[in-house]
């Protein structure tokens, strides 16, 4: 029997999706017919984790770790990633607070879960990522968007963020550095922040996951500013970091209070994350990070290669991004909307990019484009998508 529509729970309407992830079965589908296709879609690094975090897993498996373990998490990385984050972000963490999970969209679903219902808010950047307002539409809470602005540099304007918070505020998304935009916000921005989110009872969910993927300055947290600690959900991994999409292997450092009720979900939905990537987690924790440092300064030189090429192609401009793997050009003076252009891009010039209102109504006039890919094949790209600028300008 086929199941009707009218049996789907009507949730699942309000349920989106990582359009990351349909552009990329598209560029797929036309790599089959044997088109060739660059892929700049994808926020996944091109680099293999490193060796010794390979063998620490393997090692692992070898030793037995093949079976259930807690669900917040084996007590040694829950240890870990407690002096990790209290080294890097300095405060003090105790491995109490700290959930290991299988990526870091779990950390995402059950903090908004735990906390956000129907006549809730959720603050949320915009654009940024997309899962943040799917989440906060499932469990029925209203999405505030909160602008992020090219003008800025691609960050909000405190005094928006005031502007926005209500009785009703339950929470407040962070990202930095950001994906799409690249953006970061610096210790200066943060104090900002928090003045306006002191007299207010809100939390914040503040996603670092790419924390370490930095061109200049220092990662700073809001979770550090006087008053933020019992309120902030700090959300990061080792996806970006240590080139470990598929190892599926995220954290979140929760308030105290928090934990049980997280528990509980992660219980109720994954029972554990895989004991044999924990392991292979601690291990990139606290062993070498020179790998980590030069997928980082490769990274650097291919931002500088695609910003100045993407700034030499007429109707496109570029900010350089601080931080993650992504440009988000200003594409608008090519005169069509981002989907129609990503689009076009795809299926007439061969790169894949995605749309900047995927990320929400505020990218419109932009794409995204993630540099995760040879410094040959982002030449090709920039070449391809310079033709096509330079047909819509005939």
Same mark, same amino acid.
């Given at each position: 029997m086929q199941v009707a529509d009218r049996m789907i729970a009507d949730r699942m309407g309000r349920l989106g999706t990582?359009?990351?992830?349909?552009?990329?079965?598209?560029?797929?589908?036309?790599?089959?017919?044997?088109?060739?296709? /660059?892929?700049?879609?994808i926020g996944e690094p091109d680099f293999d984790t490193p060796a010794?975090?390979?063998?620490?897993?393997?090692?692992?498996?070898?030793?037995?770790?093949?079976? =259930?373990? +807690?669900?917040?998490?084996? +007590?040694?990385?829950?240890?870990?990633?407690?002096? =990790?984050?209290?080294?890097?972000?300095?405060?003090?963490?105790?491995? @109490?607070?700290?959930?290991?999970? +299988?990526?870091?969209?779990?950390?995402?679903?059950?903090? /908004?879960?735990?906390?956000?219902?129907?006549?809730?808010?959720i603050i949320c950047p915009n654009p940024s990522y997309p899962i943040y307002e799917?989440?906060?539409n499932f469990v029925g809470a209203t999405v505030v968007p909160l602008p992020i602005l090219e003008e800025r540099d691609f960050r909000f304007d405190p005094a928006d963020l005031r502007a926005r918070l209500t009785p009703r505020t339950k929470l407040v998304v962070l990202n930095s550095p950001a994906n799409p935009t690249g953006g970061f916000l610096d210790k200066i921005d943060f104090e900002a922040i928090a003045d306006v989110l002191r007299d207010h009872h809100c939390l914040i969910l503040s996603d670092e996951i790419y924390s370490r993927m930095l061109y200049g300055g220092e990662h700073y947290s809001i979770i550090?500013?006087?008053?933020?600690?019992?309120?902030?959900?700090?959300?990061?991994?080792?996806?970006?970091?240590?080139?470990m999409t598929g190892w599926r292997l995220g954290y979140g450092v929760f308030p105290r209070d928090l934990i049980p009720h997280i528990d509980r979900l992660a219980v109720n939905s994954v029972s554990c994350t895989a004991s044999f990537t924990q392991v292979a987690g601690m291990e990139a924790l606290r062993g070498p990070q020179d790998a980590v440092d030069a997928m980082v300064a490769e990274?650097?030189?291919?931002?500088?290669?695609?910003?100045?090429?993407?700034? @030499? /192609? +007429?109707?496109?401009?570029?900010?350089?991004?601080?931080?993650?793997? =992504?440009?988000?050009?200003?594409?608008?003076?090519?005169?069509?909307?981002?989907? @129609?252009?990503?689009?076009r891009l795809l299926d007439e010039g061969g790169v894949a990019v995605l749309p900047g209102t995927a990320?929400?109504?505020?990218g419109e006039g932009y794409i995204r484009l993630s540099y995760a890919n040879s410094q040959e094949n982002i030449r090709k790209a920039l070449d391809r998508i310079g033709a096509l600028a330079r047909q819509l300008a005939a």
């Amino acid at each position: 029997m086929q199941v009707a529509d009218r049996m789907i729970a009507d949730r699942m309407g309000r349920l989106g999706t990582e359009s990351a992830f349909d552009v990329l079965a598209r560029a797929r589908a036309l790599e089959a017919q044997g088109r060739d296709i /660059i892929h700049l879609e994808i926020g996944e690094p091109d680099f293999d984790t490193p060796a010794n975090i390979v063998e620490a897993g393997a090692e692992a498996l070898r030793r037995g770790f093949t079976h =259930y373990g +807690p669900a917040l998490g084996l +007590p040694d990385l829950r240890e870990a990633v407690a002096e =990790y984050v209290s080294r890097t972000r300095g405060i003090e963490v105790d491995r @109490a607070q700290v959930c290991v999970s +299988p990526g870091g969209k779990p950390i995402m679903f059950w903090a /908004i879960t735990a906390l956000c219902q129907e006549g809730d808010e959720i603050i949320c950047p915009n654009p940024s990522y997309p899962i943040y307002e799917s989440m906060a539409n499932f469990v029925g809470a209203t999405v505030v968007p909160l602008p992020i602005l090219e003008e800025r540099d691609f960050r909000f304007d405190p005094a928006d963020l005031r502007a926005r918070l209500t009785p009703r505020t339950k929470l407040v998304v962070l990202n930095s550095p950001a994906n799409p935009t690249g953006g970061f916000l610096d210790k200066i921005d943060f104090e900002a922040i928090a003045d306006v989110l002191r007299d207010h009872h809100c939390l914040i969910l503040s996603d670092e996951i790419y924390s370490r993927m930095l061109y200049g300055g220092e990662h700073y947290s809001i979770i550090a500013e006087p008053g933020m600690r019992d309120r902030t959900i700090l959300l990061d991994g080792f996806s970006k970091t240590y080139a470990m999409t598929g190892w599926r292997l995220g954290y979140g450092v929760f308030p105290r209070d928090l934990i049980p009720h997280i528990d509980r979900l992660a219980v109720n939905s994954v029972s554990c994350t895989a004991s044999f990537t924990q392991v292979a987690g601690m291990e990139a924790l606290r062993g070498p990070q020179d790998a980590v440092d030069a997928m980082v300064a490769e990274f650097k030189q291919r931002r500088d290669l695609i910003v100045a090429g993407l700034n @030499a /192609i +007429p109707g496109v401009s570029c900010r350089v991004p601080h931080g993650a793997f =992504y440009v988000f050009p200003n594409v608008s003076n090519l005169g069509l909307k981002s989907k @129609a252009l990503a689009d076009r891009l795809l299926d007439e010039g061969g790169v894949a990019v995605l749309p900047g209102t995927a990320f929400g109504a505020h990218g419109e006039g932009y794409i995204r484009l993630s540099y995760a890919n040879s410094q040959e094949n982002i030449r090709k790209a920039l070449d391809r998508i310079g033709a096509l600028a330079r047909q819509l300008a005939a």
